[in-house]
């Protein structure tokens, strides 16, 4: 039972043009969002998050939507660099979870095309 | 700045062997987690630790063992390998728990044959 989905293995994407990346998710406890970005040999790194009390947040190129109703959220990469190319991981927790443990998704590698 | 810093960075290792997945980091983090990562899966929890002499299980303890007898030092026991821990292992560390953000070290791919 995946409770968070990343349900595109890949992505490829124009340089200069949005990237969006999405996320599914279905428990509804999840209060607590997050994006991690991952090149090859290496292991992930944070890129942003997301509280449920919020539908936006932004950092400088990248932006998450949440949309609890649907329970979906999305990562927004604008404009595309080579430098994006990397695998993104979705991640979710809930605060009610003492342990704050972190679900995972699948990941979706992104390829951003010169 | 090392940050976190895992040993080895690939192992083969034999049916029924075992080893230790070394894990080390050098920002003062109270909280320290051990990864696993399947092929087209996303990662699960082994075991973490919220301060030096305090352990316990992730979603998939089973086949593991951890200690954590420095604030630094996490490593990784596997007892009996199996095909199945066939994976590439994560370790992580963050100041606090909660939703604070995770620093990783860069992996280990062990493949047991």
């Known amino acids: 039972d995946q409770q968070v989905k990343q349900n595109s293995p890949s992505l490829s994407v124009q340089e200069g043009r949005i990237s969006i990346l999405n996320c599914d998710y279905t428990n509804s406890m999840f209060d607590y969002f997050l994006w991690y970005k991952k090149y090859p040999a290496e292991g992930p790194t944070f890129l942003i998050s997301i509280s449920s009390i919020k539908d936006k947040n932004e950092d400088g190129r990248f932006t998450v939507f949440l949309n609890k109703s649907a329970k979906h959220l999305s990562l927004h990469i604008v404009p595309s660099q080579p430098g994006d190319s990397a695998v993104y991981f979705c991640a979710a927790s809930a605060s009610v979870d003492s342990n704050y443990q972190l679900i995972w998704g699948a990941g979706t590698k992104l390829i951003i095309k010169p | 700045n090392a940050g976190v810093t895992q040993t080895p960075k690939f192992r083969i290792l034999k049916i029924g062997q075992s080893m230790t997945l070394q894990c080390t980091q050098d920002?003062?983090?109270?909280?320290m987690y051990w990864y696993r990562q399947d092929p087209g899966m996303g990662l699960k929890l082994i075991y973490y630790s919220v301060g030096a002499g305090i352990t316990d299980k992730g979603e998939v303890p089973n086949g593991y063992n951890v200690s954590r007898s420095t604030t630094e030092d996490f490593p990784l026991r596997l007892e009996l390998a199996a095909p199945s821990q066939t994976s590439v292992y994560f370790c992580?560390?963050?100041?606090?728990?909660?939703?604070?953000?995770?620093?990783f070290g860069s992996g280990t791919q062990l493949s047991v044959l």
């Open positions: 992580a560390s963050s100041y606090r728990g909660g939703f604070e953000k995770l620093f």
């Open positions: 920002m003062n983090h109270n909280y």
